[in-house]
């Protein structure tokens, strides 16, 4: 399964997203030069729709051509979380589920977990309770009809899901825990590393990548600790420690030096690719050393480095797949023939209120695949920069093809 994912480690989060701009993965406002290898596009996206008030689009999930929801957040002189549904016919502005309670809060977040079947789940915004703190979050299910409470929900502190099935459910509970869901109860299970992300390449084939602290490589000559990238397999019995690769600058080792791994992407055939950093606290030393950052996929049995990819597709992270290559953040495209291709996209019609002179930046948050088809639903918003009235269009967009 291949998604969106967010990078635990506050560290790596900074170095990552660095690449196309903090918050938004999706997005081609990065400022990012084009390549002379990146080739003119044979994929653009066109507006499904753009809804009318000022705001955007966190999450989508599309179960079905007629089937298909997305949730956002209107900030017209208030800040108000929403959803949205397309039935095949129109988009439509949908009350949040009952079980999520008052819906005083950010955007819900919606969970694939299993053919045609959605979880949604709160994300609370109350004094004293964090933005992400999972373990206060209500959730909801959708039966393809009506909404009601999931029965046995997640436990407390529950990140993001990744399911093979209804029955076959992982995620992460804390840094050294998963939970695994087989469609009565939740168990869950120590992990032998610290885990920023977790992805599920089939039933019994799950990895968690993360870091150690402990371990070959973790010292420095002065003594100092020096992280290293960790990754773990579920095997269908137990987590067990996989050898992955050290990173460790040159002498003299920077400040404050931490490597490991923040991203774990599971590809169509089983592949598992790996994204990561090693960086140092900055500022101290004179001349720098660059970051590094860390791309392993998994070669048989043992971890190898990604074979380079050209000019701005070089440092994205997959977020799709299809018959021909792999989508990556920032609206870019990888060809399997190793073409490096920047997706276009159309400029908002001037009725929404956006000039003809106005900057205008799609950034999607998600983007899916719709499900027996080779047709791709994302959802965002356009950023539309223009003197005395900026403001966001919340957009669900379609890919269009040569």
């Known amino acids: 399964m291949i998604r969106y994912g967010g990078v635990a480690c506050a560290a790596l989060a900074a170095c990552l997203l660095t690449v196309t701009g903090c918050g938004a993965k999706g997005g081609d406002g990065d400022g990012a030069p084009a390549s002379p290898k990146a080739q003119k596009a044979d994929l653009s996206w066109k507006f499904e729709h ?37 039935d ?22 919606l969970e694939e977990v299993g053919d045609k079947a959605l979880w949604m789940r709160s994300r609370p915004r109350r004094e004293g309770v964090p933005q992400e703190d ?32 209804t029955d076959d459910i992982w995620t992460l509970t804390g840094e050294r825990t998963a939970a695994h869901f087989d469609g009565t109860r939740w168990t869950t299970t120590r992990l032998p590393y610290r885990a920023a992300d977790l992805a599920a390449a089939g039933p019994d084939d799950v ?6 602290s402990t371990g070959p490589g973790t010292e420095t ?46 590809l169509e055939g089983g592949e598992v690719r790996a994204y990561g950093t090693n960086s140092f606290n900055h500022g101290e030393v004179d001349p720098e050393p660059e970051d590094q950052y860390i791309r392993l996929r998994r070669d048989g049995a043992k971890w190898v480095d990604q074979e380079p990819a050209p000019g701005a597709c070089a440092l994205r992270v997959p977020v799709g797949q299809d ?61 539309v920069s223009q003197s005395g009235d900026p403001f966001g269009a919340p957009v669900v967009v379609r890919l269009e093809r040569g």
């Open 134 to 165: 999972a373990a206060a979050a209500k959730w909801a299910q959708w039966d393809g009809a009506h909404w009601a409470a999931v029965p046995n929900p997640p436990p407390g502190g529950a990140g993001e899901l990744e399911a093979t099935a």
């Open 323 to 383: 018959s021909g290559g792999l989508f990556l953040e920032g609206n870019w495209y990888l060809t399997d023939s190793g073409r490096c291709v920047k997706i276009t996209r159309k400029r908002l019609p001037l009725s929404t209120g956006a000039r003809k002179a106005s900057n205008q930046q799609l950034w999607l948050k998600e983007i899916h695949r719709i499900p027996g088809t080779d047709e791709w639903i994302g959802a965002g918003k356009v950023e």
């Open 88 to 109: 095949g016919t129109r988009w439509t502005r949908e009350p949040l589920p009952d079980a999520l309670g008052d819906g005083d809060g950010y955007p819900p977040v």
């Open 221 to 266: 000559a002065h003594g100092e600790r020096y992280d290293q990238p960790a990754s773990m397999h579920w095997d269908g019995t137990s987590w067990k420690p996989v050898d992955t690769p050290q990173a460790r600058f040159e002498e003299p080792i920077p400040p404050e030096p931490a490597a490991g791994l923040g991203q774990v992407v599971a």
């Open 207 to 212: 990895w968690a990548v993360g870091s150690r």
């Open 50 to 86: 753009i809804a009318d008030f000022n705001g955007e689009l966190t999450d989508v999930a599309v179960l079905a051509e007629d089937d298909i929801w997305a949730a956002g957040a209107e900030n017209d002189g208030g800040y108000a979380s929403l959803l949205l549904h397309y």
